[in-house]
T-cell receptor, first 115, second 116 residues
Framework: DGGITQSPKYLFRKEGQNVTLSCEQNLNHDAMYWYRQDPGQGLRLIYYSQIVNDFQKGDIAEGYSVSREKKESFPLTVTSAQKNPTAFYLC??????????????FGSGTRLTVV | GENVEQHPSTLSVQEGDSAVIKCTYSDSASNYFPWYKQELGKRPQLIIDIRSNVGEKKDQRIAVTLNKTAKHFSLHITETQPEDSAVYFCAASMEGVTGGGNKLTFGTGTQLKVEL
C-alpha cells in the first residue's frame, strides 16, 4: 500500500527510554523525510535525507536522531532528550532527481505515546 | 527558512457549495506548491500541485491558483461532497535547489466539513 511502510503503528514509551520508529520504502526514492504531526500545528520537519549516508536536521531535530545506511530505510530514534514526544510521526519519500520530482509519498504513520 | 500560513483552520460548508482554502508563503524562491488531503486516521495524499510557471491548474472539481507577486495560493473545491470532508494541508518547497532538496514546509491544516 503506497510502497512505504512504517512500523509499529502504535508505540508506547516510558519516561527516559529511547525508541526507534521504522520506515522502509521500495519506491527507489532518493529522498526520505520524517515529520511530526500535532493537533493544530500541521506537519513539522524533524530530519531529512537526500542520499544514502547523508541527512540534515529539520526544524525540530532536538531530541531525535536518524541514520540512512540503506536507500530503502530511514529509521528515527526518539531519545530521552525529547521532552514531549507524544505525537503522530509520518515518514515520507520522494524522487529527488531533476527539477520536477514526484510529490511526497507518505507512510501510514506511527502514533507514539509516553506512559 | 520558509514559513507557510494557512486559513481558515476550520471550514464548514453545505453539500454542493464551494470551499476555498488560502495559504501564504514567505520565501520568494519557493516554486512548488502541493496540496494534501488527510482523512481521519489515514496518511496525507497528494491531490493537486502547482509550479510557479503557471497561475492556475484544474483537476475536475479541484483547482489551485497561485499569485507569485503576493506570495499566496489557494485551493478551490467546487460542488463539495461529504467525502471531501478531511484535513487539507498546503505546502511549499524549492525544486531543483541542491542542498535543500525538495523538503516541504507545510501549513497548519484546514479541517473541512461538508454537511448534508
Amino acid at each position: 500500500d503506497g510502497g512505504i511502510t512504517q512500523s509499529p503503528k502504535y508505540l508506547f514509551r516510558k519516561e527516559g527510554q529511547n525508541v526507534t520508529l521504522s520506515c522502509e520504502q521500495n519506491l527507489n526514492h532518493d529522498a526520505m523525510y520524517w515529520y511530526r504531526q500535532d493537533p493544530g500545528q500541521g506537519l513539522r520537519l524533524i530530519y531529512y535525507s537526500q542520499i544514502v549516508n547523508d541527512f540534515q536536521k529539520g526544524d525540530i531535530a532536538e531530541g531525535y536522531s536518524v541514520s540512512r545506511e540503506k536507500k530503502e530505510s530511514f529509521p528515527l530514534t526518539v531519545t530521552s532528550a525529547q521532552k514531549n514526544p507524544t505525537a503522530f510521526y509520518l515518514c515520507a519519500s520522494s524522487n529527488d532527481r531533476g527539477n520536477h520530482p514526484i510529490g511526497y509519498t507518505f507512510g501510514s504513520g506511527t502514533r507514539l505515546t509516553v506512559v | 527558512g520558509e514559513n507557510v500560513e494557512q486559513h481558515p483552520s476550520t471550514l464548514s460548508v453545505q453539500e454542493g457549495d464551494s470551499a476555498v482554502i488560502k495559504c501564504t508563503y514567505s520565501d520568494s524562491a519557493s516554486n512548488y506548491f502541493p496540496w494534501y488531503k488527510q482523512e481521519l486516521g489515514k496518511r496525507p495524499q497528494l491531490i493537486i500541485d502547482i509550479r510557479s510557471n503557471v497561475g492556475e491548474k484544474k483537476d475536475q472539481r479541484i483547482a489551485v491558483t497561485l499569485n507569485k507577486t503576493a506570495k499566496h495560493f489557494s485551493l478551490h473545491i467546487t460542488e463539495t461532497q461529504p467525502e471531501d470532508s478531511a484535513v487539507y494541508f498546503c505546502a511549499a518547497s524549492m525544486e531543483g535547489v541542491t542542498g535543500g532538496g525538495n523538503k516541504l514546509t507545510f501549513g497548519t491544516g484546514t479541517q473541512l466539513k461538508v454537511e448534508l
